[in-house]
């Protein structure tokens, strides 16, 4: 699917890893030195940065660490400041570069064939919804799986975890990527394929 997107608008990932900037709409929670603690918004992103808009602005080659909605954690040093926002750049490893680079492509993708959410298309109730959430220290916490794709899971917890954590939905790794009152999004860290969530979930239903 993703090779025929590419195909389709001439957008692959090699062209998003030269640090073409992606214009994006994804909710930020960002935090600055002094604790300052701020909903932001991201207005375009490439592997080595972003822009934000934010209501609070930071002082020059501040560090900023921002949990960003489908993203995860990033951290940065504010470059540039602009009217209602700032500019930060980082320094990711080749690998960091590359799953940014995949997640701005499928983003840009998916905005240009109007798709509302990424795993709509997708989406399969399992037969047993609940399952456990274990998080990187070890708390483990019961879980009901609301839906469920190759790609993902939306969850009901009492917890809220942060955006970028990693986490373990069953046997399945993967990263928090939404996180709201009650309401969980997972990325899992590989594609499961339908007999994996079978064998996990039992049987799958179309999502209404």
Same mark, same amino acid.
């Given at each position: 699917?993703?090779?025929?997107i590419?195909?389709?608008f001439g957008?692959?990932?090699?062209d998003v890893r030269?640090h073409v900037?992606v214009?994006?709409a994804l909710?930020?929670?960002c935090?600055?030195?002094?604790r300052? #603690?701020?909903? =932001?918004?991201v207005?375009?992103m $490439?592997?080595? *940065?972003a822009a934000?808009?934010?209501p609070?602005?930071?002082h020059? +080659? #501040?560090?900023?660490v921002?949990?960003?909605?489908e993203?995860?954690?990033? #951290?940065g +040093?504010?470059?540039?400041?602009f009217s *209602?926002?700032?500019?930060i750049?980082?320094?990711?490893?080749?690998?960091?570069?590359?799953?940014?680079?995949?997640?701005?492509?499928?983003?840009?993708n998916?905005?240009?064939?109007?798709?509302?959410?990424g795993r709509r298309?997708d989406?399969?109730?399992p037969?047993r !919804?609940w399952s456990s959430?274990?998080?990187?220290?070890g708390t483990r916490?019961? =879980?009901?799986i609301v839906?469920? $794709? !190759? $790609?993902g899971?939306?969850i009901?917890?009492d917890l809220? !975890?942060?955006?970028?954590?990693?986490?373990?939905?069953?046997?399945m790794?993967?990263?928090?990527?939404?996180?709201?009152? *009650?309401?969980?999004?997972i990325?899992?860290?590989?594609?499961?394929s339908?007999?994996?969530?079978?064998d996990?979930f039992?049987?799958?239903?179309a999502?209404?």
């Open positions: 699917m993703a090779a025929i590419q195909r389709s957008i692959a990932r090699e030269r900037r214009s994006v909710t930020a929670r935090m600055f030195e002094d300052r #603690e701020a909903t =932001c918004r207005l375009d $490439s592997v080595g *940065g934000i808009e934010a609070a602005q930071g020059a +080659r #501040e560090r900023v921002a949990y960003v909605d993203i995860g954690r990033i #951290e +040093r504010i470059v540039r400041r *209602g926002g700032f500019a750049t980082w320094n990711a490893t080749p690998a960091r570069q590359d799953k940014l680079a995949e997640r701005l492509t499928w983003i840009l998916r905005a240009r064939l109007g798709f509302e959410e298309h989406r399969i109730v037969a !919804p959430l274990v998080f990187a220290d916490v019961r =879980c009901r839906d469920v $794709s !190759p $790609s899971a939306a009901h917890t809220r !975890p942060a955006i970028g954590e990693p986490v373990f939905l069953g046997r790794s993967g990263t928090v990527v939404r996180s709201g009152e *009650g309401s969980v999004g990325e899992f860290d590989h594609h499961q339908r007999n994996d969530l079978q996990q039992g049987r799958l239903l999502a209404e």
